[in-house]
């Protein structure tokens, strides 16, 4: 559905990312548990463990300074507000001045920033490790997905997440320029190292020598980890919902409810689809080591500049 | 087909060829860059089809016949047959960095689409991006062959530049006589076969790889 969207509609949207977030990588889960032969968790699980940490209480290390209580509330924070950027059910430019793709990139580098900043302050080995892992990794992913970002965008003459989902429109690949392909290959590329999963990092090991981002949460507990969790899941569907927007076409033209509904179902398919894709390049890589990982981001890289090459030349 | 469309479809599969061009300068494995060079013939094969589709020239369709048997499953075969007969390492021994590979390879795409657009009005004679798409998996495949060791990586290399060679014959011409195409495909088949036999008998006798063979011995 194309048109302004109201504040209301906004906040909606934002507050549903942030409740589906943690289902998605239920989701993931499960799937990667089935493909391994395994019953694994339910889907709520995610659910189950922010309950549980959310009514422990935090323990922090002696040498934390005072800022450190408030890096898991400014992370989610960050994150969260990224999420009223990406585009739900509606597409087209919101009725305010909201921000753009570049925004909802900036606010992810801002909490990784912090997250960073959070681990090096509680003065832990580990954390120091992760983060200065991260802060390898990140300069070769954001540029590039800032890259792809503009692929598409140099073809909308916008840097609105909505208008750019709107220009999209309803028909599907037909619609792809060979531009898109390019890009479409960079982001599949990225979505593993941005969402923290094989081949980059791996979410769900605690071994030294292995970890990226869940080395930087050693420190946290309780109510602080809870927060930092939840905004990992929120970064997650964020991320989705990006490549969605930026390459997936829209569902329906419409303001009514019957619109609303396709656009959430459609959106629900679309993240559906990353999701099993996220999967199933975990469950049948292993993860690679440190010094290959920018081999593997240079992929992306040469990709997104294809892309922009194809579009401008 | 209506021209239009046509020039979409060849965009598209010069996107995606340049896409498995990367995949094989970036592939860690040998037996990964088989894949993609098997990939990339198949979008060949598939771009002579839409192209016989759209011209008529039955030719094309002979093309693309031979193509996607030659090219996207027997060579393909052959060097995956080498790879398990030779015991080799799996792993791609590149001269310089494979970041820096990547690196040359941006700046041939980027040169390659600047020269074409150089061209002006001519490139609007020809089919879309197929020229610059053409000139770039070309010099890329050179490129595969000149920063790998192993004479099996830079056969992988010989196949990527033929097929760029023969992706812009066939979108520019649209169709070259089928005499010379197939002069073309039997060159590369004969080439295929003469560095197999090559590898695995200097493989055999003297247990040496092509980067060894740099010096010349009284």
Known sequence: MTGESPLGLVLLEMAVLVVLGPLVTGIIQKLKARLQCRQGAAVLQPYRDLAKLFRKGTVQADTASGFF?????????????AGALVPVVRTGPS???????????GLLALARFLTAIGALDAGGAFGGMGASREMTIAPLVEPVLMMVVFSTAVAAGTTELGALAAQRGTSWILDWHAADFLGFAAMLVLLPSETGRIPVDNPDTHLELTMLHEGMLLEHSGPGLGCMALASHTRQIVTLGLVSALFFPVAADGADATGLLLGA??????????????ALVESSYAKLRLFRVPQYLAIGFVCALTALALRIL | MSAESVYTIVDDLGALLLFTMILILAAGQIYRAIYAVAAQSLLIAIAGGVLATATGNVDLWVIAGVTLGVKAIALPWVLLWVVRRMNVR??????????????????????????????????HAITGNALPVGIALTLLGV???????????????????????????????????????IGVILDVILA????????????????????SLDRLRG
């Open chain 1, 69 to 81: 209580w408030w890096i898991p509330v400014l992370v989610l924070a960050a994150t969260v507000a």
């Open chain 1, 95 to 105: 009725a305010f001045p909201l921000g753009d793709a570049l925004m909802l990139l």
């Open chain 2, 192 to 211: 295929a076969l003469v560095m197999a036999i090559m590898v695995l008998r200097v493989r055999s006798t003297v247990d040496a790889d092509i980067a």
């Open chain 1, 265 to 278: 179902g459609a959106f629900a398919a679309k993240i559906l689809v990353l999701a099993t894709y996220l």
């Open chain 2, 90 to 123: 799996r792993e791609v021994e590149p001269v310089i960095p494979v970041a820096a590979t990547l690196t040359l390879a941006v700046m041939v795409v980027v040169m390659s689409f600047h020269v074409s657009a150089s061209l002006g009005s001519v490139r």
């Open chain 2, 143 to 181: 490129l595969v062959m000149a920063t790998r060791k192993t004479a099996l990586h830079q056969m992988v290399g010989l196949f990527a530049s033929e097929n760029g060679i023969f992706f812009t014959a066939m979108a520019v011409t649209q169709g070259m006589p089928l005499i010379i195409e």
